[in-house]
């Protein structure tokens, strides 16, 4: 699986990781115990086993960085029982325009990442069970403000990131 994805500022990462650690605090599933150099607090724009995109893409990364407002909670199913908890990314005009644009530079996104389809989220925990959504709820403070940096590529086959608009970092 590939994906195309926006990082975030010093500050903005920082305040998703105190999510991420607020949660595991509690004793609970949080990305903060995925301790792989790639793993990022991120915005997933595209997603796909063989995502591609075309060299004319390169331009949508001039409009970085990009302010976005980090809102409410949201639940997504991942299995019987268990579920991924995120804060939602509210959509501006700036964002759904560089989403769209991407995707007409993109092949083989899957549906579920695509204009109209796309839920712009920030992930803070996988697989949590139901009985404990209650309490990794009332962990989490309510809205955040942040500023997306930088694009990358994530291929999970070969476990390499792609700097997209940038060169990459050591």
């Known amino acids: 699986m590939r994906s195309i994805e926006l990082t975030f500022d010093g500050t903005a990462e920082a305040c998703i990781r105190a999510d991420w650690a607020r949660l595991a605090a509690a004793g609970l599933p949080s990305l903060g115990s995925h301790t792989a150099p790639s793993n990022r607090p991120h915005i997933t ?16 990364w001039a ?10 909670l949201v639940l997504f199913p991942a299995g019987k029982g268990k579920y991924v908890l995120a804060r939602l990314v509210v959509g501006s005009r700036e964002l759904l325009a560089l989403h769209a644009g991407l995707h007409r530079q993109a092949n083989d996104a899957l549906p579920l990442t695509r204009p109209g389809a796309w839920t712009p989220h920030v992930t803070l925990a996988r697989r949590i069970p139901a009985e404990l959504l209650g309490a990794a709820v009332g962990t989490l403070d309510a809205t955040l403000e942040a500023r997306c940096t930088d694009a990358r590529l994530w291929d999970s086959t070969t476990r390499t990131v792609t700097a997209l608009n940038s060169p990459p970092t050591a």
Not at 45 to 59: D, F, H, I, M
Not at 63 to 72: K, Q
């Open 45 to 60: 724009l595209a997603a796909g086993n063989s995502l591609a995109v075309a060299a004319e893409a390169a331009g949508l």
């Open 63 to 72: 409009g970085l960085p990009l302010d976005v407002r980090l809102g409410g």
